[in-house]
């Protein structure tokens, strides 16, 4: 059952409140550009949530539309100059919608109840399922069963799917990282770091790189093979208690304190990481460590950048690079810069700005599976930008953001490669030997 | 909803049914503008597309006796675009078009729902330069900047929205579409209809493009920033200014409050250890410029000043002005809600009604901000309270007669540039005078027999 807490009448009044209504905030929200119906936008969504919270309005069907068709990129964040927390109000409000039922369907329950409550509640699952994925496509099944033309027997909705299955790769995390990897040369940190879910079965060789620039960083990396889910999934989609059971477990499995810090590669899990306190706030049992946690969680930018990372010694090959930032890292938690300052670092390497950068490319966790047609919108938007820089290279710190922009290239056959900053600056340790 | 089933019907006919929303869940974002505590369902939102649309809206209204409140971003600061019950919301948003860009004349032509910051960047685009920068700038529509005849931070030496308005076109109340003003630097023919629109906050007319002028960019800017240890330094400061001849196109003003907030939210490292800052801004060729900048620096220093610093490049400059901008909303974190004063004074008045604002605050107890254009005389003090304590709204509504009535006694205005509205209503017969008040009724009544556009506001 979900807490009252969680509810928009559970919550603080004055952070709904907060918001003055000043429509600061429209003009860089991705639903409301493409609408310019307030519903869509960050003021008129804050606006139906106090309804709520005033007893004005029930949470009916629409409201839980509505609050679903919001990317949560937390762009408004970033425009809002009344420090309105969004974040916070929008996981109450879709814990609203979740609560209320309006959403229920056979099919909706479903869906749910395999991935928010098996897949990624134990990642032993999600493991499962990629094995079997990996087979799928390392047989060249997946090639065989597209020109076969079966797809074409499957609805609408999944054949896009299936167009979208990201590649897993030929080894998870844990075949590719020790659980601890020392330092290279003297240790002068020893951190933690957090795998992630998707990021593990899609993206394992960017967490290796990771691991890689960390040692070669001067810290001691604690890499466990069996991790959780951050649940941020579940926070952002109503499951305001499984979301807590998720952070309890985190906490017991990376005391805070033993650490220097806890990395994570992820924007948007670090966006969720680093607010535990929050979430556990009302348990005495673990809201000390989870304030503790909060403090240590790093972002791999944030914090190569704040230990003074070590630049790559002078024999790169020229790249032109743009920059794409995931929502999460910039809205979220204001990491703009050091991605930046890390791919600078790198020699004879180009960084030329992405326009509308800060601008969502419509992945938003799970948003293109339940939105693609917003989704895509937003995406040939992105794509196009990109090509206006010239660039053949755009970097991006968060998995979600990868591999939309991946499959993006790939549908209009795009030469583009989609890349991590942290797995550029490995190769240019690489190269430097 | 109390809107008859068969107005909604011709509203979709009239304007296409994907733009007529009707659901309380579309309903409750469109009962507020930009204003504290103001709020009223209405009975529809329309959005028109085309001038034809409006017209036949209109005539349907006049048919029907209906209240039409027009709206743009839904930013203003007086209630102008609060919804009447039950009214039909009529949306500009989606009239958005800039339509022609004419650099022989240097005018601009734009639909009324243009932003204001694609009107200035449509000018910059050109070379050019839009100045009227009110603070909601980056999402308020140039219609609706015409119909409150909007300020900003570079009135001093730019003056307002209506200095820049060359012509209008407006579907008045009764469906006709009338076309006041042209290209022309000169223009004597008849009555300056267009000055009648400007300023006349949906009352009489719906606005639906609007031909603006525009100026050649100055070739070179200053950015300024001064902090006192008293207020009253920085307003000898842009009092002695004035008086060197000096007219800067920015002489904005921020308290101690004020400049915690915005640094709060805008980060532009903004000096915190101050009662006041102000932000001074020159601009044309670059030999003045930087004459005038020195000399505006020399007068801060003079007058006290703890530091002057000056802004390093364009980009430094531009992020000071974004974040003075902010300065309204940025005070709501402060308090759960800000009300913000409006009255303005002739500039040689503004040390004298500083102090009353502050002694007023005293006087009822309440939390203040103050910001503003320090060089018009148009400041803004901000209430910070809670709609929620009536006690204290209360008192905030007695501190602002009396506001109004010392502005008034120092031969300023109830309202430098955010409109009457609603929340002024009260005030403006008062200021007005009974003749000004009568003959705006009649004008009124003659465009708009049936009261058919945004009734209550401005004036019964």
């Given at each position: 059952?979900?807490?009252?807490?969680?509810?928009?009448?559970?919550?603080?009044?004055?952070?709904?409140?907060?918001?003055?209504?000043?429509?600061?905030?429209?003009?860089?929200?991705?639903?409301?550009?493409?609408?310019?119906?307030?519903?869509h936008?960050?003021?008129?969504?804050?606006?139906?949530?106090?309804?709520?919270?005033?007893?004005?309005?029930?949470?009916?069907?629409?409201f839980?539309?509505?609050?679903?068709?919001?990317?949560?990129?937390?762009?408004?964040?970033?425009?809002?100059?009344?420090?309105?927390?969004?974040?916070?109000?929008?996981?109450?409000?879709?814990?609203?919608?979740?609560?209320?039922?309006?959403?229920?369907?056979?099919?909706?329950?479903?869906i749910?109840?395999?991935a928010?409550r098996?897949?990624?509640?134990?990642?032993?699952h999600?493991?499962?399922?990629?094995?079997?994925?990996?087979?799928?496509?390392?047989?060249?099944?997946?090639t065989?069963?597209?020109?076969?033309?079966?797809?074409?027997?499957?609805?609408?909705?999944l054949?896009?799917?299936?167009?979208?299955?990201?590649?897993?790769?030929?080894?998870?995390?844990?075949?590719?990282?020790?659980?601890?990897?020392?330092?290279?040369?003297?240790?002068?940190?020893?951190?933690?770091?957090l795998?992630g879910?998707?990021?593990?079965?899609?993206?394992?060789?960017?967490?290796?790189d990771?691991?890689?620039?960390?040692?070669?960083?001067?810290?001691?990396?604690?890499?466990?093979?069996k991790?959780?889910?951050?649940?941020?999934?579940?926070?952002?989609?109503?499951?305001?208690?499984?979301?807590r059971?998720?952070?309890?477990?985190?906490?017991?499995?990376?005391?805070?304190?033993?650490?220097?810090?806890?990395?994570?590669?992820?924007?948007?899990?670090?966006?969720?990481?680093?607010?535990?306190?929050?979430?556990?706030?009302?348990?005495?049992?673990?809201?000390?460590?989870a304030a503790?946690?909060?403090?240590?969680?790093?972002?791999i930018?944030?914090?190569?950048v704040?230990?003074?990372?070590?630049?790559?010694?002078?024999?790169?090959?020229?790249?032109?690079?743009?920059?794409?930032?995931?929502?999460?890292?910039a809205?979220?938690?204001?990491?703009?810069?050091?991605?930046?300052?890390?791919?600078?670092?790198?020699?004879?390497?180009?960084?030329?700005?992405?326009?509308?950068?800060?601008?969502c490319?419509g992945?938003?966790?799970?948003?293109?599976?339940?939105?693609?047609?917003?989704?895509?919108?937003?995406?040939?938007?992105?794509?196009?930008?990109?090509?206006?820089?010239?660039?053949?290279?755009?970097?991006?710190?968060?998995?979600?953001?990868?591999?939309?922009?991946?499959?993006?290239a790939?549908?209009?056959?795009?030469?583009?490669?989609?890349?991590?900053?942290?797995?550029?600056?490995?190769?240019?340790?690489?190269?430097?030997? | 909803?109390?809107?008859?089933?068969?107005?909604?019907?011709?509203?979709?006919?009239l304007?296409?049914?994907?733009?007529?929303?009707t659901?309380?869940?579309d309903?409750?974002?469109?009962?507020?503008?930009?204003?504290?505590?103001?709020?009223?369902m209405?009975?529809?939102?329309?959005?028109?597309?085309?001038?034809?649309?409006?017209?036949?809206?209109?005539?349907?209204?006049?048919?029907?006796?209906?209240a039409?409140?027009?709206?743009?971003?839904?930013?203003?600061?007086?209630?102008?675009?609060?919804?009447?019950?039950?009214?039909?919301?009529?949306?500009?948003?989606?009239?958005?078009?800039?339509?022609?860009?004419?650099?022989?004349?240097?005018?601009?032509?734009?639909?009324?729902?243009?932003?204001?910051?694609?009107?200035?960047?449509?000018?910059?685009?050109?070379?050019?330069?839009?100045?009227?920068?009110?603070?909601?700038?980056?999402?308020?529509?140039?219609?609706?900047?015409?119909?409150e005849?909007?300020?900003?931070?570079?009135?001093?030496?730019?003056?307002?929205?209506?200095?820049?308005?060359?012509?209008?076109?407006?579907?008045?109340?009764?469906?006709e579409?009338?076309?006041?003003?042209?290209?022309?630097?000169?223009d004597?023919?008849?009555?300056?209809?267009?000055?009648?629109f400007?300023?006349?906050?949906?009352?009489?007319?719906?606005?639906?493009?609007?031909?603006?002028?525009?100026?050649?960019?100055?070739?070179?800017?200053?950015?300024?920033v001064?902090?006192?240890?008293?207020?009253?330094?920085?307003?000898?400061?842009?009092?002695?200014i004035?008086?060197?001849?000096?007219?800067?196109?920015?002489?904005?003003?921020?308290?101690?409050?004020?400049?915690?907030?915005?640094?709060?939210?805008?980060?532009?490292?903004?000096?915190?250890?101050?009662?006041?800052?102000?932000?001074?801004?020159t601009?044309?060729?670059?030999?003045?410029v930087?004459?005038?900048?020195?000399?505006?620096?020399?007068?801060?220093?003079?007058?006290?000043?703890?530091e002057?610093?000056?802004?390093?490049?364009?980009?430094?400059?531009?992020?000071?002005?974004?974040?003075?901008?902010?300065?309204?909303?940025?005070?709501?974190?402060?308090?759960p809600?800000?009300?913000?004063?409006?009255?303005?004074?002739?500039?040689?008045?503004?040390?004298?009604?500083?102090?009353?604002?502050?002694?007023?605050?005293?006087?009822?107890?309440?939390?203040i901000?103050?910001?503003?254009?320090?060089?018009?005389?148009?400041?803004h003090?901000?209430?910070?309270?809670?709609?929620?304590?009536?006690?204290?709204m209360?008192r905030?509504?007695?501190?602002?007669?009396?506001?109004?009535?010392?502005?008034?006694?120092?031969?300023?205005?109830?309202?430098?540039?955010?409109?009457?509205?609603?929340?002024?209503?009260s005030?403006?017969?008062?200021?007005?005078?009974?003749?000004?008040?009568?003959?705006?009724?009649?004008f009124?009544?003659?465009?708009?027999?049936?009261?058919?556009?945004?009734?209550?506001?401005?004036?019964?």
């Amino acid at each position: 059952m979900t807490t009252p807490l969680s509810h928009l009448k559970g919550l603080d009044y004055s952070v709904l409140q907060q918001c003055m209504h000043c429509g600061l905030c429209l003009p860089t929200c991705p639903t409301y550009d493409a609408t310019k119906i307030e519903r869509h936008g960050p003021r008129g969504r804050i606006s139906l949530m106090r309804a709520i919270a005033d007893g004005r309005l029930e949470a009916t069907k629409i409201f839980a539309d509505e609050m679903y068709f919001c990317l949560g990129c937390l762009a408004c964040m970033t425009a809002c100059p009344a420090g309105v927390n969004y974040a916070e109000m929008f996981e109450h409000a879709r814990a609203e919608a979740e609560a209320s039922g309006v959403l229920k369907s056979p099919r909706r329950n479903l869906i749910r109840a395999f991935a928010i409550r098996w897949l990624f509640m134990d990642l032993s699952h999600l493991r499962f399922v990629g094995r079997i994925l990996r087979i799928y496509q390392q047989l060249g099944l997946q090639t065989l069963v597209r020109r076969s033309g079966v797809l074409k027997l499957l609805p609408r909705r999944l054949q896009e799917l299936e167009g979208i299955t990201p590649d897993i790769q030929p080894k998870f995390s844990a075949e590719l990282i020790a659980p601890l990897t020392p330092a290279v040369g003297s240790k002068k940190y020893r951190v933690a770091m957090l795998i992630g879910c998707a990021q593990d079965l899609i993206f394992s060789d960017i967490n290796r790189d990771t691991v890689e620039v960390l040692a070669r960083n001067g810290c001691e990396v604690f890499t466990p093979p069996k991790q959780l889910c951050c649940g941020s999934l579940h926070a952002h989609n109503g499951e305001w208690e499984l979301a807590r059971q998720l952070a309890r477990k985190q906490l017991e499995q990376f005391p805070p304190d033993q650490f220097d810090a806890i990395i994570t590669n992820a924007g948007g899990c670090g966006s969720h990481l680093k607010h535990y306190h929050k979430l556990l706030a009302d348990d005495p049992a673990y809201r000390d460590r989870a304030a503790l946690w909060d403090k240590k969680v790093k972002d791999i930018h944030e914090w190569l950048v704040e230990i003074g990372v070590k630049p790559p010694a002078n024999d790169s090959p020229p790249q032109l690079v743009t920059y794409h930032e995931s929502c999460h890292l910039a809205h979220g938690q204001k990491i703009t810069a050091q991605p930046r300052q890390l791919l600078a670092l790198i020699p004879n390497l180009e960084l030329v700005e992405l326009p509308e950068s800060l601008w969502c490319c419509g992945s938003a966790g799970i948003y293109n599976i339940v939105q693609p047609e917003m989704a895509s919108q937003l995406l040939d938007r992105k794509l196009k930008h990109i090509q206006s820089t010239g660039a053949s290279i755009v970097a991006n710190g968060n998995p979600g953001c990868l591999l939309q922009l991946i499959n993006g290239a790939k549908h209009q056959g795009l030469k583009l490669r989609v890349v991590h900053p942290v797995t550029l600056l490995a190769e240019a340790y690489r190269r430097s030997g | 909803m109390s809107l008859g089933q068969n107005i909604i019907s011709d509203l979709r006919r009239l304007a296409g049914a994907d733009n007529v929303l009707t659901g309380k869940e579309d309903l409750i974002p469109y009962s507020f503008d930009g204003t504290a505590a103001l709020q009223q369902m209405p009975g529809c939102v329309v959005f028109a597309t085309t001038a034809e649309q409006i017209v036949g809206v209109l005539k349907l209204a006049n048919q029907m006796k209906t209240a039409v409140v027009t709206r743009g971003s839904g930013t203003g600061l007086s209630g102008g675009s609060l919804p009447s019950p039950d009214c039909i919301v009529l949306c500009l948003a989606k009239m958005d078009k800039v339509l022609e860009l004419d650099r022989a004349n240097l005018t601009l032509l734009v639909e009324a729902g243009a932003t204001t910051q694609a009107v200035a960047d449509a000018a910059a685009a050109a070379g050019l330069f839009y100045p009227p920068d009110p603070g909601s700038m980056k999402i308020s529509t140039i219609g609706g900047n015409v119909a409150e005849n909007s300020g900003g931070l570079r009135g001093l030496k730019y003056g307002i929205t209506r200095n820049y308005v060359m012509g209008l076109e407006v579907v008045l109340p009764n469906g006709e579409v009338l076309w006041t003003g042209n290209k022309c630097v000169k223009d004597v023919a008849g009555y300056s209809l267009r000055d009648l629109f400007i300023g006349s906050e949906g009352t009489l007319g719906v606005i639906t493009k609007v031909l603006l002028k525009l100026i050649p960019k100055p070739a070179a800017k200053k950015t300024l920033v001064a902090t006192f240890a008293r207020m009253d330094q920085a307003a000898q400061t842009v009092s002695d200014i004035i008086a060197a001849q000096i007219i800067p196109c920015t002489l904005e003003f921020l308290d101690r409050t004020t400049i915690h907030c915005v640094e709060d939210f805008a980060k532009v490292g903004l000096p915190l250890d101050c009662e006041a800052l102000l932000l001074m801004e020159t601009d044309g060729h670059p030999a003045p410029v930087a004459d005038e900048a020195a000399r505006m620096e020399s007068i801060a220093r003079k007058n006290g000043a703890i530091e002057v610093r000056v802004a390093k490049d364009e980009a430094e400059a531009t992020k000071l002005a974004t974040a003075r901008r902010s300065a309204f909303s940025a005070l709501a974190r402060v308090a759960p809600t800000t009300i913000l004063e409006d009255a303005t004074v002739p500039r040689s008045e503004l040390a004298k009604m500083i102090r009353f604002v502050a002694a007023i605050a005293q006087k009822y107890q309440l939390r203040i901000g103050t910001f503003g254009h320090m060089g018009d005389g148009n400041l803004h003090p901000t209430f910070l309270t809670d709609e929620r304590n009536k006690d204290e709204m209360h008192r905030v509504e007695e501190a602002f007669k009396e506001i109004f009535t010392e502005a008034i006694r120092l031969g300023g205005t109830i309202t430098g540039e955010h409109g009457i509205g609603v929340s002024k209503k009260s005030f403006l017969p008062k200021f007005a005078g009974d003749a000004s008040m009568r003959v705006m009724r009649e004008f009124r009544r003659t465009l708009d027999p049936s009261g058919v556009l945004n009734p209550g506001k401005m004036f019964d």
